[in-house]
């Protein structure tokens, strides 16, 4: 057992007994609040992870908390071969914020990316009428949608699928943001399109204006389903409430996660019209812990802190002023300072681990991703002394390394 204050200590451990399958930075958290987390030597740090934008709402926010405590008092898990009092509430309040008409909640993201494949597949078969078991998905390159072996099948990150195969067939990918490109690889045989509205994994990256619109545009034309991945800018994160708002678009599949959870739980979810959903019938699809009574009475505190606490416009203004202040310390140092709302992205030209140390080191957590790229994306309330505390330490860290 440990029984030191010291993180080494947690950290030998860990590397001991746990898979090897990411690299964490160096710190052992132990509480959290708002935007501030503590480690257990009782240093602080502003969290500019947000756990991917799981933590939109910030830590332990007292009203989630709340609903969760009070859930876990009463029922937590009934499966869905009984009805709960916790599910109805929820999918109103689901498809009422989504503009959805129907939702199948499952738990992590990529649970919900399967759901919105498999629905995707079978409106192509049943409703299309593609010929059986040739069913296309154009997905996009450099594309993030989760971990299971389909969904890394086409991944085009080579350390995400290496040896890890066979992987499932009839994926085709284009470049991000291109349209044309798009339009050539949409034929006969394709069902949907799979796209997140601004890569987050991928390095933040944000397609041209008017290309969500010509996505729509074209599945409509086209007669395929566009399913829009926003596990990761859902939610306020891009200053809308979802990415694909920025251009007015709505997707035929809605794909949420992360933030639905309040940083509390995992709960996930797949939207679509009544035509599209209603493929599904009893025991076709389903999942064990899926619209489970405290990941609903979670969900539902959740989505009520996103809109009552306007996350959406707060991430837009905070975003703007956080993306300046950035730009002003980064200087000549950073080659692009990129986003949308607090989905920030620093390209630097050189590998951007060093500068995620050298900030840790200041107090501020904040992480590479594609290697030369810091995202910075804090919880969605952060305030504007923060916001001047991040800019400076970001200049400071710069300047060290
Ligand atoms: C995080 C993420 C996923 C996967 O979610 P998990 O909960 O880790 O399974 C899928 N798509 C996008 C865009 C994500 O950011």
């Given at each position: 057992?440990?029984?030191?204050?010291?993180a080494s200590a947690y950290?030998?451990?860990?590397?001991?007994?746990?898979?090897?399958?990411?690299?964490?930075?160096?710190?052992?958290?132990?509480?959290?609040?708002?935007?501030?987390?503590?480690?257990?030597?009782?240093?602080?740090?502003?969290?500019?992870?947000?756990?991917?934008?799981?933590?939109?709402?910030?830590?332990?926010?007292?009203?989630?908390?709340?609903?969760?405590?009070?859930?876990?008092?009463?029922?937590?898990?009934?499966?869905?071969?009984?009805?709960?009092?916790?599910?109805?509430?929820?999918?109103?309040?689901?498809?009422?914020?989504?503009?959805?008409?129907?939702?199948?909640?499952?738990?992590?993201?990529?649970?919900?990316?399967?759901?919105?494949?498999?629905?995707?597949?079978?409106?192509?078969?049943?409703?299309?009428?593609?010929?059986?078991?040739?069913?296309?998905?154009?997905?996009?390159?450099?594309?993030?949608?989760?971990?299971?072996?389909?969904?890394?099948?086409?991944?085009?990150?080579?350390?995400?699928?290496?040896?890890?195969?066979?992987?499932?067939?009839?994926?085709?990918?284009?470049?991000?943001?291109?349209?044309?490109?798009?339009?050539?690889?949409?034929?006969?045989?394709?069902?949907?399109?799979?796209?997140?509205p601004v890569q987050g994994?991928?390095?933040?990256?944000?397609?041209?204006?008017?290309?969500?619109?010509?996505?729509?545009?074209?599945?409509?034309?086209?007669?395929?389903?566009?399913?829009?991945?926003?596990i990761q800018t859902g939610?306020?994160?891009?200053?809308?409430?979802?990415?694909?708002?920025?251009?007015?678009?709505?997707?035929?599949?809605?794909?949420?996660?992360?933030?639905?959870?309040?940083?509390?739980?995992?709960?996930?979810?797949?939207?679509?019209?009544?035509?599209?959903?209603?493929?599904?019938?009893?025991?076709?699809?389903?999942?064990?812990?899926?619209?489970?009574?405290?990941?609903?009475?979670?969900?539902?505190?959740?989505?009520?802190?996103?809109?009552?606490?306007?996350?959406?416009?707060?991430?837009?203004?905070?975003?703007?002023?956080?993306?300046?202040?950035?730009?002003?310390?980064?200087?000549?140092?950073?080659?692009?300072?990129?986003?949308?709302?607090?989905?920030?992205?620093?390209?630097?030209?050189?590998?951007?681990?060093?500068?995620?140390?050298?900030?840790?080191?200041?107090?501020?957590?904040?992480?590479?991703?594609?290697?030369?790229?810091?995202?910075?994306?804090?919880?969605?309330?952060?305030?504007?002394?923060?916001?001047?505390?991040?800019?400076?330490?970001?200049?400071?860290?710069?300047?060290?390394?």
């Amino acid at each position: 057992m440990i029984t030191t204050q010291r993180a080494s200590a947690y950290i030998e451990t860990e590397e001991r007994l746990g898979a090897h399958n990411y690299r964490p930075l160096d710190v052992v958290i132990s509480h959290g609040e708002g935007v501030w987390l503590y480690d257990v030597e009782g240093r602080r740090y502003l969290d500019c992870i947000s756990a991917y934008s799981a933590v939109n709402q910030g830590h332990r926010h007292p009203r989630i908390v709340a609903a969760l405590l009070e859930q876990a008092q009463r029922v937590t898990l009934t499966s869905r071969a009984m009805r709960n009092d916790r599910f109805a509430p929820f999918l109103e309040k689901l498809t009422s914020v989504c503009r959805q008409e129907m939702a199948l909640p499952v738990n992590t993201g990529v649970e919900a990316v399967e759901t919105a494949i498999k629905l995707a597949r079978r409106w192509g078969y049943r409703v299309k009428g593609i010929p059986a078991g040739q069913a296309r998905i154009v997905v996009a390159r450099n594309n993030f949608h989760g971990r299971t072996t389909t969904v890394i099948g086409f991944s085009s990150e080579p350390k995400y699928r290496a040896d890890f195969g066979p992987f499932t067939p009839n994926f085709d990918h284009v470049a991000y943001g291109e349209i044309e490109a798009l339009r050539a690889a949409v034929g006969p045989q394709t069902c949907a399109v799979m796209l997140e509205p601004v890569q987050g994994e991928g390095g933040v990256v944000v397609p041209p204006e008017g290309y969500l619109r010509a996505v729509r545009q074209l599945c409509s034309e086209r007669n395929v389903l566009f399913l829009a991945d926003e596990i990761q800018t859902g939610f306020g994160r891009t200053g809308d409430l979802f990415a694909c708002d920025h251009e007015g678009v709505t997707p035929d599949i809605l794909i949420v996660g992360k933030a639905l959870g309040g940083g509390l739980y995992p709960v996930s979810a797949a939207l679509a019209s009544r035509e599209i959903m209603s493929l599904f019938g009893p025991g076709d699809h389903g999942s064990t812990f899926g619209g489970n009574p405290l990941a609903c009475a979670v969900g539902e505190a959740a989505l009520d802190v996103v809109v009552e606490e306007r996350l959406a416009e707060r991430a837009r203004g905070a975003g703007e002023r956080l993306s300046e202040g950035l730009r002003r310390a980064g200087g000549s140092r950073v080659r692009e300072v990129r986003g949308r709302g607090l989905l920030i992205g620093v390209e630097l030209g050189t590998p951007a681990r060093p500068l995620a140390d050298a900030l840790l080191a200041r107090g501020v957590l904040a992480k590479d991703t594609h290697g030369t790229v810091l995202r910075i994306a804090p919880p969605l309330v952060i305030e504007d002394t923060e916001i001047e505390f991040l800019s400076t330490v970001f200049g400071e860290a710069l300047a060290a390394l």
